[in-house]
């Protein structure tokens, strides 16, 4: 009797899991096409990419700019942060992609890459017409032994050679307002030897098709070049614009000016924007949990990142919008963004601004985890001691007081996650403050300075004074 | 029924010791503590008098109950006997008292006491040698089963469990603790309850009120078939049936197993009456059975057991250089390799706050290893020093005696450290910070330094130039050893290895500043 029910009962699963796989069988059928579909959506349709017309020459500009300073390396990293080869078969591979689906926009420097970026760059687009592609290069004469004339006209006829053209689309002069006094040290890199004087006349001779300037640190300058718009006819300018520094690059750091300012002051004038980064070195991407549900919830089918470029490609003055696209797959992200740009309505902008007031709520310190630091002759890890702050930082752990809700279990969760993510040796507490570190810094982060808030944060953590 | 009752408390009484002493977390310290304060030898050193007037009484009233309930060691040497009664029924059998033994003992542990040989007393007093068991033996154990769990917790994303590290803290303490442990096993396996009743200075003094003991195991004559099966299931081999039916009460530790073994129910656990007389004796009068037998299982076992230290040893290092290796492979990538930091050499050991000074501790701690199980920080580690062996001494490579710790006060039940507030420990100067020029880091590699000042708790160490007259040149440490308390931050913190450029010289007497 017993052995029968057992007969049956394997009988009746037996023919339960056959329904099931057929059915598996039918449906499998019924996603191949919707993956199909969905493949031939994503399919990049040629000739829709979205041009900005520049006022001065009438020329389309792609609002896609390829930024050239993260080539990709031999090893598969980025050359921005390693001593490698670049790896010029996949650069012109790059290239000709984005060619092909319309970005006409080269943007390098010959400070990148080391100083390989030019000349790679060069190498590849020299294989394409040469009315096919604008380049924008620099004078990057940072070092002062480059302060001299001689020197910036060499560094410039080398960009030339290097690139292998006789003109340049657009030229600026490099990071105006970088170093302790922006004001002075731009009078010694362009005013005192006569580069922009000579500049300006290799612009009047027509191998500079359009001068202009990027900005970085002190709005001094910046002022004071605006101010003489008239006298020297900025064609662009270069300027940091993004959705969380549209109103907080003040608050990030005291030494930035909100993205506000710099645009209304640009388009004031009607002198076009070129943006650089869009994504705030990937803190734009790599956002906290709840920001990319956020995010996503509006629009599940677009990347994180894609809100940055499509919000700084939305300001109607911005010619172009430059992405240093290392890997096959940004390039791809980025060129369904913009082909074509559906810019983004002023709701849409309202959203991302709260979006970023929520991200302010959360003052992370902008460590992308480059490595740039390491290795610290110390034996710190800084790099993770700093993401697993963010990490507390983001996920509510870092708790102002004892009467913070959450306290025991913030205090927990960051206490026994910092042994586990920083061995004890290595935590910040054993940062001495030498400052060998600092200098790397691409974020320009005060890290001992960090280091030893965090080290202080932990102590009172411990000591139980908050 | 008794005897199942004996047992039922003697196992929630050695699970609490036990956890109180491989817990590292402070719950068991905070709820448990206590349990170390009622151990005899403790509280006596402590001059806890309450709990010595309550054992006292204990014993007077009940018999040495303590031995079975109480005791750790009591109890772990009954699991030891459980497991030989398992191998062999009815193993026991009757020997006479080995009086002078037990006198001398006990007479060598009270002189040792007052010389301050501590590490004599430390020895044989039994709560501590079973303390140094469970944190050398088993807390090892049970700190891997939390590092799995933790290791579990971290691919869950919980906080639950964190990672401890697990060192051997003293190799002499882990070497006295297995010697113990495996001499224990083979007297008690064979023999039960050999060390309370020879040894144990605890066992001695609780005889003198044990053999007065107004409740007590008798043995009725008339209902006795004399079958010796209460006297061959005697671990304190304290029965003879031959010799008149007497029991020696100063030996019998109250187990009950020989009224539970009684087919014939003759033997009862009843009050002393004063006009009776069954068949209790004190003294009674000594059986000529020879105990050059037990003498020789105990020479025998000592000497099995030294290679057998030797062996396990040698086993426990090889199992914990291997977890350390593979601890270390999960350190590498772009990070600059950490030398390990060396103690320097102290001219005066450095004891925690709260033990007053060196001679307070010496005289008080019997070395049960609690406040260095107890330790968060890695600081404690019993001593290698023979006039300290075994006691508690501080060092700050690992870690340093942190200002909000307070937990080997409060914990030791023999009041060798004497509890403390977090006010109190603060302002209790343990030692003083001592600068090494030729391993300051700003004289050395050029660099700013600062770190020992930034964490100095109590503001000691203030940072000045190394040249007084160029205002430019780096910064070194000076010590205000006024404010010094000897907590270690500096040591432990100071980037300088090996040996760090700033070191604790400990105090003989700690004062208040």
Known sequence: MKKDINRRDFLKRFGLGASVVGLTLASCDSTKDKVAYTASKSELPTGKMTYRTNPKTGQKVSILGYGCMRWPTKSGGSARYEDEEIDQETVNNLVDTAIKYGVNYFDTSPAYCKGKSEHATGIALSRHPRNSYYIATKLSNFAPETWSRQAGIDMYRNSLKELQTDYIDYMLLHGVGMGDDGMDEFNKRYIDNGILDFLISEREAGRIRNLGFSYHGDIRVFDYLLANHDKYKWDFVQIQLNYLDWKHAKEINERNTNAEYLYNELAKRHIPAVIMEPLLGGRLSNVPDHIVTRLKQREPERSVASWAFRYAGSHPDVLTVLSGMTYKEHLIDNLNSFCPLKTLSSEEMNFLYSTADLMMQYPTIPCNDCKYCMPCPYGLDIPSILLHYNKCVNEGNVPESSKSENYAEARRAFLVGYDRSVPKLRQANHCIGCYQCAPHCPQSIDIPKELHRIDEFVENLKTGKI | M?????????????????????????????????????????????????????????????????????????ILQDGFGWIGKKAKKNRYTYSKEKRILRYVMLVLTVIAFIAGIASFVALLAPYSAYGRIASSLFAPIWDGCNNLLADWAEKHESYAFYTVDTYIKGGITLGVAIVTFVVLFILAWRNGRTYCNTICPVGTILSFFARYSIFRPVIDTKKCIDCKLCERNCKASCISIANGHQIDYSRCVTCFDCIEKCPKGAMTYTYRRPE??????????????????????????????????????????????????????????????????????????????????????????????????????????????????????????????????????????????????????????????????????????????????????????????????????????????????????????????????????????????
């Open chain 2, 2 to 74: 008794l005897k199942r009752v004996r047992q039922i408390i003697a196992v929630i009484s050695i699970i609490m010791v036990t956890f109180l002493f491989v817990d590292f977390t402070g719950i068991a310290a905070r709820y448990l503590g206590w349990i170390a304060k009622v151990q005899f030898l403790p509280a006596l050193l402590a001059l806890n008098v309450g709990v010595i007037i309550f054992l006292l009484a204990l014993t007077l009233v009940f018999g040495r109950v303590y031995c079975s309930v109480i005791c750790p060691l009591g």
């Open chain 2, 276 to 513: 009776k007389n069954v068949a209790s004796s004190v003294e009674g009068d000594q059986v000529k059975i020879s105990d050059a037998d037990t003498k020789a299982e105990i020479n025998a076992s000592s000497k099995t057991d030294v290679s057998r230290r030797g062996f396990l040893a040698s086993g426990v290092a090889m199992a914990t250089v291997a977890m350390i290796e593979a601890k270390e492979k999960t350190t590498d990538g772009g990070l600059a390799v950490i030398e390990e930091k060396k103690i320097p050499n102290r001219k005066t050991p450095i004891v925690p706050p709260g033990a007053q000074g060196i001679r307070h501790l010496t005289r008080h701690c019997t070395a049960c290893q609690l406040c260095i199980s107890e330790c968060p920080n890695d600081v404690l580690r019993p001593s290698t020093d023979v006039s300290m062996l075994m006691q508690p001494v501080s060092s700050y490579e690992r870690g340093y005696c942190r200002p909000e710790c307070t937990r080997c006060s409060n914990v030791c039940p023999t009041g060798a450290i004497i509890p403390l507030s977090r006010a109190d420990k603060s302002s209790v100067q343990i030692g003083h910070a001592v600068w090494v020029k030729e391993n300051c880091i700003p004289l050395t590699d050029g660099v700013e330094c600062g770190n020992c000042a930034r964490h100095c708790p109590t503001g000691a160490i203030m940072m000045v130039n190394s040249d007084p007259n160029n205002p430019e040149s780096k910064k070194i440490p000076v010590v205000n050893t006024e404010r010094c308390i000897g907590c270690g931050a500096c040591e432990n913190l100071c980037p300088a290895r090996p040996f760090s450029a700033i070191y604790v010289e400990g105090h003989e007497n700690h004062r208040i500043i």
